[in-house]
């Protein structure tokens, strides 16, 4: 989106390879949670971690019970409009964050803030860091910069820590 290319047909392959796995992963989270309700098969690890995602957010559930609509949605940030498949997301890359303590420290700061707010609630305020850095690094197109994302969870805790009633 932020690179213009002059080159078109490189273009329409990225971004059909976008669309492909946009729809393949959508499809996983469906099938995945197909699985789940239908309890014949044993989940994989990733199917455990999806299936608990999913559970926390019951307002997703019609939908991921129609695929073709899941599949199909368009969904608009700059209209409010908030995309399940990419919050889901942004929870499992949090918690792979917190089991795999990258950046370096998130592990324990995570634990800290579970503790004053709750999983979900501290994973909710967490993707605000999140997508901040995300963004940064995607108008810049560098990696996502571990620095400022610790140090806006840092500010987040002190938050917590002074709001806390
Ligand atoms: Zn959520």
Same mark, same amino acid.
């Given at each position: 989106?932020?690179?213009?290319?002059?080159?078109?047909?490189?273009?329409?392959?990225?971004?059909?390879?976008?669309?492909?796995?946009?729809?393949?992963?959508?499809?996983?989270?469906?099938?995945?949670?197909?699985?789940?309700?239908?309890?014949?098969?044993?989940?994989?690890? %990733?199917? $455990?971690?999806?299936? &608990?995602?999913?559970?926390? *957010?019951?307002?997703? #559930?019609?939908?991921? +019970?129609?695929?073709?609509?899941?599949?199909?949605?368009?969904?608009?940030?700059?209209?409010?409009?908030?995309?399940?498949?990419?919050?889901?997301?942004?929870?499992?890359?949090?918690?792979?964050?917190?089991?795999?303590?990258?950046?370096?420290?998130?592990?324990? %700061?995570? $634990?800290?803030?579970? &503790?004053?707010?709750?999983? *979900?609630?501290?994973? #909710?305020?967490?993707? +605000?860091?999140?997508?901040?850095?995300?963004?940064?690094?995607?108008?810049?197109?560098?990696?996502?910069?571990?620095?400022?994302?610790?140090?806006?969870?840092?500010?987040?805790?002190?938050?917590?820590?002074?709001?806390?009633?």
């Amino acid at each position: 989106m932020v690179i213009m290319s002059s080159d078109n047909a490189s273009n329409t392959t990225s971004s059909d390879q976008y669309e492909q796995q946009r729809e393949q992963l959508r499809q996983f989270y469906c099938d995945t949670w197909d699985k789940h309700l239908k309890q014949q098969q044993t989940l994989t690890d %990733l199917e $455990q971690q999806v299936t &608990a995602v999913i559970k926390e *957010h019951p307002e997703y #559930h019609g939908l991921l +019970e129609n695929k073709e609509a899941s599949v199909n949605a368009e969904y608009l940030p700059e209209m409010g409009e908030n995309n399940p498949f990419l919050h889901m997301g942004m929870h499992l890359g949090i918690r792979e964050q917190v089991t795999t303590n990258r950046p370096v420290g998130i592990a324990e %700061l995570y $634990q800290r803030l579970v &503790a004053l707010k709750g999983v *979900h609630d501290t994973e #909710h305020e967490m993707m +605000e860091c999140l997508s901040e850095a995300m963004w940064q690094a995607q108008q810049n197109n560098i990696a996502p910069d571990e620095n400022s994302y610790l140090d806006c969870l840092g500010k987040m805790e002190e938050k917590f820590r002074t709001n806390k009633d």
